[in-house]
């Protein structure tokens, strides 16, 4: 079965410093892959998916199908990014239902 | 346009007692579908609608969870009789879909609803 796993439940960085938020999944076949954020009081959006090759909000992720690795990076962090982020899988031979992980809660001080 | 809604937003029962969730999809979407998370533990799919179909009920953790879409727009999902591992937060998404739903189609999330059963 296919897993999701974010290493880090919280990471703290400060403002204008880069941030990495890990990804992994286990599935051998063709996943698609997302990024969601939940901000503060506010519902879970998606941010982005992999196969748009967007930035959204100053914030990449590169599909490593060697690594099995998702991973979302910014080079600078601002403070408005402190959210809860979860990375997300869906496949084909089951539908359009996804996979998450435990999510990863970050922190941007000033 | 209004988002997917759920009501209600928060719902507090005893154990034993039943509790029914609703979700109002985006208009127009015909996939629907029901996580949950459990206190910290990952989001976890429970069904998925394609109109008033059920088209994976894999999730759905026991026969206490009832779904439903009749005529294919709003959810309900019942829990009966509710236990204390069922507290969580349940949510509702929906896309738009073309039959069966694309693996990879955005997803639009509801607010959830907290359950906590005592």
């Known amino acids: 079965a296919q897993r999701v796993t974010q290493p880090e439940k919280l990471l703290s960085v400060f403002k204008g410093a880069p941030v990495e938020l890990k990804c992994n999944y286990s599935?051998?076949?063709?996943?698609?892959l997302f990024w969601y954020v939940q901000y503060s009081r506010q519902r879970l959006q998606l941010l982005l998916r992999?196969?748009s090759r967007e930035s959204i909000k100053g914030f990449t992720a590169d599909l490593n199908k060697g690594e099995t690795s998702f991973h979302l990076k910014k080079p600078f962090a601002q403070e408005e990014d402190s959210a809860m982020y979860y990375c997300?899988?869906?496949?084909?031979?089951?539908?359009?239902?996804?996979?998450f992980g435990e999510g990863t809660q970050l922190t941007v001080n000033p | 346009e209004a988002g997917v809604t759920q009501f209600p937003s928060h719902s507090v029962i005893e154990k034993g007692q039943t509790v029914t969730l609703r979700c109002d999809p985006i208009?127009?979407?015909?996939?629907l579908y029901w996580y949950r998370r459990v206190m910290g533990k990952e989001i976890k799919f429970l069904l998925h609608?394609?109109?008033?179909?059920?088209?994976?009920e894999s999730g759905m953790p026991n026969n206490r969870f009832l779904a439903e879409r009749t005529g294919g727009t709003y959810s309900t999902l019942k829990v009966q009789p509710a236990e204390l591992e069922d507290s969580g937060v349940y949510f509702c998404?929906?896309?738009?879909?073309?039959?069966?739903?694309?693996?990879?189609?955005?997803?639009?999330f509801g607010p959830g609803t907290r359950l906590l059963v005592l």
């Open positions: 992999h196969i």
């Open positions: 208009s127009g979407h015909d996939n």
């Open positions: 997300a899988l869906s496949e084909e031979t089951s539908g359009s239902r996804l996979t």
């Open positions: 998404a929906s896309s738009q879909g073309v039959g069966t739903g694309n693996y990879g189609e955005t997803q639009y």
């Open positions: 609608f394609v109109k008033e179909s059920k088209q994976d």
């Open positions: 599935y051998s076949g063709s996943p698609e």
